[in-house]
T-cell receptor, first 114, second 113 residues
Framework: GENVEQHPSTLSVQEGDSAVIKCTYSDSASNYFPWYKQELGKGPQLIID?????GEKKDQRIAVTLNKTAKHFSLHITETQPEDSAVYFCAAPRVTGGGNKLTFGTGTQLKVEL | KAGVTQTPRYLIKTRGQQVTLSCSPI?????VSWYQQTPGQGLQFLFEYFSETQRNKGNFPGRFSGRQFSNSRSEMNVSTLELGDSALYLCASSGSGGNYEQYFGPGTRLTVT
């Protein structure tokens, strides 16, 4: 099955700096790569995703890049703000068998310091 | 559109009891997936229901079961609760296209004592 590794597990940045979180996946057939943000006491919120037919996608201060050859994808947050502090998860689907099963990375605790 | 709703939000049960959790997906979504989130194991897939049929299943014991109704609402049941079942149970809703986009509810925090 799919295996997703995520690094780093914790990340502390100064407000205004950039943050980068990286994930690798094992199933070369995977074709969809979402990123979720989870704040304390809430469910994961889908913040951006990318499909395998593009290499980069941007939405205001967040962007995701995908390298299918190396089987890794990254989340980039620019001009970080205190409200960006949360746990971020990457995920990849299990393509065989159909359906909507996602395998998640272990999460990155991002702390944006004033 | 209203988001995914889950009830109850918090639950305390005793070892050996059973529990039923409920999830209402986003209007028009026909796929509901359930995940267990714990500090030690992270987010783990339990099962997915689509059009009242289980379409995918994770690696959990048979004590974990689910069902989906004709209005796409889903329930999951855990029988003979164990201390290790204490977790945040999350429900995610998807459209019918199998395009993997999933939207999560706030979760049900289950504590087993």
């Amino acid at each position: 099955g799919e295996n997703v590794e995520q690094h780093p597990s914790t990340l502390s940045v100064q407000e205004g700096d950039s943050a980068v979180i990286k994930c690798t996946y094992s199933d070369s057939a995977s074709n969809y790569f979402p990123w979720y943000k989870q704040e304390l006491g809430k469910g994961p919120q889908l913040i951006i995703d990318i499909r395998s037919n593009v290499g980069e996608k941007k939405d205001q201060r967040i962007a995701v890049t995908l390298n299918k050859t190396a089987k890794h994808f990254s989340l980039h947050i620019t001009e970080t703000q205190p409200e960006d502090s949360a746990v971020y998860f990457c995920a990849a689907p299990r393509v065989t068998g159909g359906g909507n099963k996602l395998t998640f990375g272990t999460g990155t605790q991002l702390k944006v310091e004033l | 559109k209203a988001g995914v709703t889950q009830t109850p939000r918090y639950l305390i049960k005793t070892r050996g009891q059973q529990v039923t959790l409920s999830c209402s997906p986003i209007s028009g979504h026909r796929s509901v997936s359930w995940y267990q989130q714990t500090p030690g194991q992270g987010l783990q897939f339990l099962f997915e229901y689509f059009s009242e049929t289980q379409r995918n299943k994770g690696n959990f014991p048979g004590r974990f079961s689910g069902r989906q109704f004709s209005n796409s609402r889903s329930e999951m049941n855990v029988s003979t609760l164990e201390l290790g079942d204490s977790a945040l149970y999350l429900c995610a809703s998807s459209g019918s296209g199998g395009n993997y986009e999933q939207y999560f509810g706030p979760g049900t925090r289950l504590t087993v004592t």
